[in-house]
């Protein structure tokens, strides 16, 4: 973006004539208006003799300031940034590169705080000034994300995948791999909903023709089989090492008592019983002792 003439703006980068020397710095200026360069924000190189590229933002108490610190996120360029602050009333604060945090306003986050970003989220944004020329972080469209997606082979299909979210709908989550494809997590596909700019783990269920992914953040049926035993097993040892479940449980009882399937229940069981570590009588399941 390029500066207005007579007025500097915050979220870019300028090039000003250094026009008098302070006690905290030097002031900068483009002929219309001054900024001060505070001497904390004096890089090696400097000479007063010479323009000095400088990036404009706002200081604590909303004043234009410089600093030699060029950024990669400016007004109009993109890049990811971390989360460091959150705050409820504002939004949460990011780290573009500079001493001074950038706000994310909450009126550009999840409604629902609890898919808010937490500290340490990766976010890939730019910065924008609203209408009272503040200057403020912004989340990148879904244009943008594409620019940065490659297409996906259908080699990677039941790959394990990482990724950032980057995007929330009513239907499922959206991230970028760290291979750079675009993934969607259907609901169904998903314990709980992530939170925006937090990193998953899943596994490719399927490649689509444009090189997106559909991606389970679920466990293969194996890996599920595996938790499920242990988790019944924990169960029937805080009992005593018995309880009156088995195969001829009913649906109901083991959904409200294991959060599983029949199915799913009966594997497991199954699991243990090969292994040695329970038997059946009558309907309940005992530890198998030697």
């Not at 940034?81 to 949460?92: A, C, W």
């Not at 706000?103 to 910065?127: F, H, M, N, R, T």
């Not at 269920?205 to 019944?232: C, T």
Request: proline share 4%; aromatic share 8%; net charge negative.
């Amino acid at each position: 973006m390029k500066v207005v003439i007579g007025m500097l703006t915050p979220g870019t980068v300028v090039t000003l004539d250094v026009v008098r020397e302070a006690p905290f710095g030097y002031f900068l200026s483009d002929g219309e208006e001054d900024v001060l360069l505070h001497q904390t924000e004096i890089m090696d190189g400097f000479d007063a003799e010479e323009p000095q590229e400088v990036f404009l933002y706002q200081d604590g108490q909303g004043r234009l300031a410089a600093t030699m610190t060029i950024p990669k996120v400016q007004i109009n360029q993109y890049g990811w940034v971390e989360v460091v602050e959150v705050k409820e009333r504002l939004g949460v604060f990011v780290n573009i590169g500079i001493k001074k945090d950038i706000l994310l306003s909450v009126d550009d986050l999840p409604e629902l705080k609890q898919l808010w970003p937490e500290i340490g989220a990766k976010l890939y944004c730019s910065l924008k000034i609203d209408k009272k020329n503040r200057l403020f972080a912004k989340l990148a469209t879904e244009p943008e994300m594409r620019k940065l997606s490659i297409p996906a082979e259908r080699a990677m299909l039941n790959k394990n995948i990482s990724g950032t979210v980057y995007k929330l709908l009513l239907e499922g989550t959206i991230i970028l791999t760290t291979e750079g494809y675009i993934g969607f997590i259907h609901q169904s596909e998903r314990k709980e909903e992530p939170r925006l700019g937090q990193t998953v783990s899943g596994r490719v269920i399927d490649v689509k023709p444009d090189g997106s992914v559909n991606i389970s953040l679920l466990p293969r049926a194996f890996e599920q089989m595996d938790d499920d035993a242990e988790s019944i097993f924990a169960y029937l040892m805080g009992r005593g090492g018995a309880m009156p479940y088995g195969d001829k449980s009913f649906p109901e009882e083991i959904d409200k008592q294991f959060n599983m399937s029949k199915s799913a229940f009966k594997r497991a069981i199954g699991k243990l019983m090969k292994e040695g570590r329970i038997y059946q009588e009558d309907g309940w399941t005992y530890e198998k002792k030697d």
